[in-house]
């Protein structure tokens, strides 16, 4: 399950290239014949898939275990002495995680301190006054602390570009769809809130009405419910034009005046801004414009606010965050999720807290600990220049592409930058130490107070990040979670650091793994600056009219191009499932397979000459084929017998299976690499070709 904040802002930049492994995958066996129509050394395939899989799962395991929290100090032994701030807050927050016998000593009085201060807590609270309640005031003082998980609003981070210039902004949405999905809504939370609730009613040597609190608590799903319906994810997810919609806090302030959205913002800086600091940021702010949620004629979230009991509200808010509390404190099995919010064992849990609170520190020990190769960052540097490279001949050599719309394609793609790895904010760098100077974690603090402090910190670094435009988003840092993405509106590529190690890309490594693999993904992440929205936006993320000519051929051609490989995956049924999958859904995602993967080859040809390393019993196996192998490799995936049909009809991304054998077969080179007859069903007689 994801980490508390690690969601993606759906009305940002929605191709990313994420490692979401333990999700619900979706491969399953075929039977042998088709096999053999797909592969000429089939047991070898299936030899090197396996091996190789079994070597990547124990490395990301000791990765995320081994140089984390081994044995409670694993750090400790292997990093030089903590005289970083980052560092010794890291370590600190690693024992607190680690700490069960504190979490069950802990009598949760903190918690119980801060529910007063924000405005008490109804389903527990004998004497709470319902007509000092102030929603405006109750939401600023939780979403300070709780600003995505709020359940009917979040602030997110995106970038823009205003007058040329990239911009960081906030972007006020509903609460995040993973709120209301089948493991974050509210409702299977209904044991480990009833649990804390125990703990914090012995305080008072009191017990919990368990009929009481069934009655309450339904309400409280309810309302969710009511959140759900109006905010409407379905439609919000295939709408990638949201941020052309957005309005301003001031917008929104005329259309709900019931909250004072001014006051909740304000409650988000570390300490009062100056009035040019708080005009800035609020002018950062932009307002989720789309559907019914904010700014619908029923002006139905006001309704909600102003009419459902004071109680409800209250109990909601406070829930919310003591659900965030119990991720800590219940280690029950939960519906759907196990122990240790759906990982292994609390060491492993830890080492994934550690990893997203701590991104860079963490990465910094793992360079020190792993004696990571740093030329690694020149391969990916030079990778990226030639995925570029080919992309403007691929531009160049097109036949059907009117003059004007290839100069604008060819501006927009030398505009595109790309970012590696995070450079500026390895160990000893000003950047680093200026992330972490504010935060106070104490030897004293219990497991609650280091929580509390994290999430406040975590907060403020976003605040500062918009109002002072610092370089790095705090929030949407993911270091050990393989992490790619190109970002419309910067016209940027990103990378991680986690991606740019062994076994994903090595600089001893052949060429056909790194350009099978990495070359591959960057190809991809490109390739969404030319998908079917993307390809409208010029280098500064500003929607333009170039595709729309006079004869209007170049649109023309591209939609049936584009709709060809639509219609494959529309045509295309995954094993164990009795109907079609959605070709438009998946349409962003299918042109980045399938251009990625193109110009990945096309770049590993003209470096194939410089290889001379031959792997081990693969002596008959050709460089391309092994290229081949390499891209098959990125795309797998852990089965999942049990995956719901709608997930698979609206999901963004094809089936792992699709992602090979459905791109591959419009590659002309694989046929010519495996020797495919001409009546293979792997050599498709009409393949699509976009560019």
């Known amino acids: 399950?994801?980490?508390?904040?690690?969601?993606?802002?759906?009305?940002?930049?929605?191709?990313?290239?994420?490692?979401?492994?333990?999700?619900?995958?979706?491969?399953?066996?075929?039977?042998?014949?088709?096999?053999?129509?797909?592969?000429?050394?089939?047991?070898?395939?299936?030899?090197?898939?396996?091996?190789?899989?079994?070597?990547?799962?124990?490395?990301?395991?000791?990765?995320?275990?081994?140089?984390?929290?081994?044995?409670?100090?694993?750090?400790?032994?292997?990093?030089?002495?903590?005289?970083?701030?980052?560092?010794?807050?890291?370590?600190?927050?690693?024992?607190?995680?680690?700490?069960?016998?504190?979490?069950?000593?802990?009598?949760?009085?903190?918690?119980?301190?801060?529910?007063?201060?924000?405005?008490?807590?109804?389903?527990?609270?004998?004497?709470?006054?319902?007509?000092?309640?102030?929603?405006?005031?109750?939401?600023?003082?939780?979403?300070?602390?709780?600003?995505?998980?709020?359940?009917?609003?979040?602030?997110?981070?995106?970038?823009?570009?205003?007058?040329?210039?990239?911009?960081?902004?906030?972007?006020?949405?509903?609460?995040?769809?993973?709120?209301?999905?089948?493991?974050?809504?509210?409702?299977?939370?209904?044991?480990?809130?009833?649990?804390?609730?125990?703990?914090?009613?012995?305080?008072?040597?009191?017990?919990?009405?368990?009929?009481?609190?069934?009655?309450?608590?339904?309400?409280?799903?309810?309302?969710?419910?009511?959140?759900?319906?109006?905010?409407?994810?379905?439609?919000?997810?295939?709408?990638?034009?949201?941020?052309?919609?957005?309005?301003?806090?001031?917008?929104?302030a005329k259309m709900i005046p019931e909250i004072d959205w001014y006051k909740i913002m304000r409650a988000l800086p570390r300490e009062k801004m100056t009035s040019e600091e708080e005009k800035t940021f609020f002018e950062k702010i932009r307002v989720h414009g789309g559907g019914e949620y904010f700014f619908g004629e029923k002006r139905e979230l006001a309704q909600i606010a102003t009419t459902t009991p004071k109680t409800v509200l209250a109990n909601y808010l406070v829930v919310r965050q003591i659900i965030d509390v119990a991720l800590y404190y219940y280690d029950k099995d939960q519906p759907r999720q196990g122990k240790f919010y759906n990982h292994e064992n609390q060491q492993v849990f830890c080492a994934d807290q550690l990893a997203f609170f701590f991104p860079m520190p963490s990465m910094n020990v793992f360079i020190e600990t792993s004696g990571y190769k740093m030329e690694n960052l020149r391969i990916i540097e030079r990778i990226f220049k030639e995925i570029k490279q080919e992309y403007n001949l691929l531009f160049q050599e097109n036949q059907w592409l009117e003059p004007k719309i290839r100069e604008f394609l060819i501006r927009k793609l030398k505009g595109i930058s790309g970012k590696f790895g995070f450079q500026e904010y390895i160990e000893g760098e000003p950047l680093l130490e200026k992330m972490y100077q504010t935060l106070d974690f104490l030897e004293t603090d219990t497991p609650y107070q280091i929580y509390m402090k994290m999430w406040r910190h975590r907060t403020e670094q976003l605040v500062e990040h918009i109002v002072h435009n610092t370089p790095l988003n705090p929030v949407n840092l993911r270091q050990f979670a393989l992490y790619a993405a190109y970002n419309s509106y910067g016209n940027v590529f990103n990378i991680n650091l986690a991606y740019l190690t062994y076994p994903w890309l090595d600089a001893d490594f052949p060429s056909y793994s790194n350009y099978g693999y990495l070359g591959y993904v960057i190809g991809h992440e490109i390739g969404h600056a030319f998908d079917h929205f993307h390809r409208k936006l010029d280098e500064n993320g500003l929607q333009h009219k170039y595709w729309l000519t006079e004869t209007n051929s170049s649109n023309i051609e591209y939609n049936k191009r584009e709709k060809c490989l639509r219609d494959q995956y529309s045509s295309y049924k995954e094993p164990g499932y009795d109907f079609f999958m959605n070709g438009t859904v998946s349409r962003y995602e299918i042109v980045g397979d399938h251009l990625g993967l193109r110009t990945a080859y096309r770049i590993f040809k003209k470096a194939e000459k410089l290889d001379t390393v031959k792997l081990p019993g693969f002596d008959d196996v050709s460089p391309d084929q092994m290229f081949f192998y390499s891209y098959a490799l990125r795309q797998c995936d852990i089965y999942n017998p049990t995956i719901r049909p709608e997930y698979l009809k609206g999901r963004p991304h094809p089936t792992s299976r699709f992602r090979v054998n459905g791109v591959i077969q419009n590659i002309p080179e694989f046929s010519e690499a495996f020797k495919c007859s001409k009546t293979a069903a792997m050599n498709l007689e009409n393949k699509c070709t976009l560019f």
């Open 1 to 252: 399950m994801d980490n508390p904040e690690q969601i993606q802002l759906l009305t940002t930049d929605q191709s990313r290239e994420e490692s979401e492994r333990n999700r619900e995958a979706l491969e399953k066996s075929i039977d042998s014949e088709k096999i053999k129509k797909v592969t000429v050394s089939q047991k070898r395939y299936y030899l090197t898939i396996i091996g190789l899989i079994l070597v990547i799962v124990v490395l990301v395991i000791a990765l995320l275990t081994s140089l984390l929290l081994s044995g409670n100090a694993a750090i400790i032994r292997k990093t030089k002495k903590f005289t970083s701030r980052p560092k010794e807050q890291l370590r600190i927050f690693a024992r607190k995680c680690m700490d069960r016998q504190s979490m069950n000593k802990d009598n949760l009085e903190g918690l119980r301190d801060d529910i007063q201060i924000r405005g008490g807590f109804p389903m527990i609270d004998l004497n709470w006054d319902e007509s000092k309640f102030d929603l405006s005031e109750m939401l600023s003082k939780y979403l300070s602390i709780n600003r995505n998980r709020m359940g009917f609003l979040s602030v997110e981070p995106f970038t823009t570009v205003e007058n040329g210039t990239v911009v960081s902004m906030l972007y006020l949405g509903p609460g995040p769809q993973y709120v209301y999905n089948y493991a974050m809504a509210i409702g299977i939370y209904k044991e480990s809130v009833a649990f804390m609730l125990e703990r914090l009613l012995k305080l008072e040597n009191r017990t919990l009405n368990r009929t009481e609190y069934e009655t309450e608590f339904q309400k409280l799903v309810d309302l969710e419910e009511r959140f759900a319906d109006l905010a409407d994810y379905k439609n919000l997810n295939l709408d990638n034009d949201n941020m052309s919609k957005a309005k301003r806090l001031s917008d929104l």
